[in-house]
C-alpha cells in the first residue's frame, strides 16, 4: 500500500485546511486509516482515525469538536478537515493505513498501523 498525503500549509489561527490522503496498491486488506502529527522537538501523536466502513471514528481530546476525518472508499482517500486551527496544531501530519485485524482497539496507536505517507507540514500562525 502506497500512501500519498497533501494539503498542508500555511494558515493563519483560526482558519482551516483540509488534508487528504490517497491510498493505492492493495488496499483491500484495509481495516482502517489515521492521521497522526509531529510537533518540532516531540514525539509523534494521534490526531484521528476512521475504519474502513467509515462506521466509526475517534479523535485525539484536543481536536475534538474542530477536525473531522472521512473516507472516500471508491477514491480510496482519506481527508482530515481541521477547522479553527491553533498555533500548538503546527506540525508534520502522516496519514496511515492498518490492515491489522486488532487495529480496531488500538487505532490510536501508531505501532498499530503498517503503512505510513511521507507528511505534509501543516503551520498555524498566531
Known amino acids: 500500500v502506497q500512501l500519498q498525503a497533501s494539503g498542508g500549509g500555511l494558515v493563519q489561527a483560526g482558519g482551516s485546511l483540509r488534508l487528504s490522503c490517497a491510498a493505492s496498491?492493495?488496499?483491500?486488506?484495509?481495516?482502517?486509516m489515521g492521521w497522526f502529527r509531529q510537533a518540532p522537538g516531540k514525539e509523534r501523536e494521534f490526531v484521528a482515525a476512521?475504519?474502513?466502513?467509515?462506521?466509526?471514528?475517534n479523535y485525539e481530546d484536543s481536536v475534538k469538536g474542530r477536525f473531522t476525518i472521512s473516507t472516500d472508499n471508491v477514491e480510496n482517500t482519506v481527508y482530515l478537515q481541521m477547522n479553527s486551527l491553533k498555533p500548538e496544531d503546527t506540525g508534520v501530519y502522516y496519514c496511515a493505513s492498518s490492515g491489522r485485524t486488532y487495529w480496531g482497539t488500538r487505532s490510536n496507536s501508531a505501532q498499530a498501523y503498517d503503512y505510513w505517507g511521507q507528511g505534509t507540514l501543516v503551520t498555524v500562525s498566531s
Open positions: 496498491g492493495r488496499t483491500f486488506s484495509t481495516q482502517g
Open positions: 476512521i475504519s474502513r466502513s467509515a462506521f466509526s471514528s
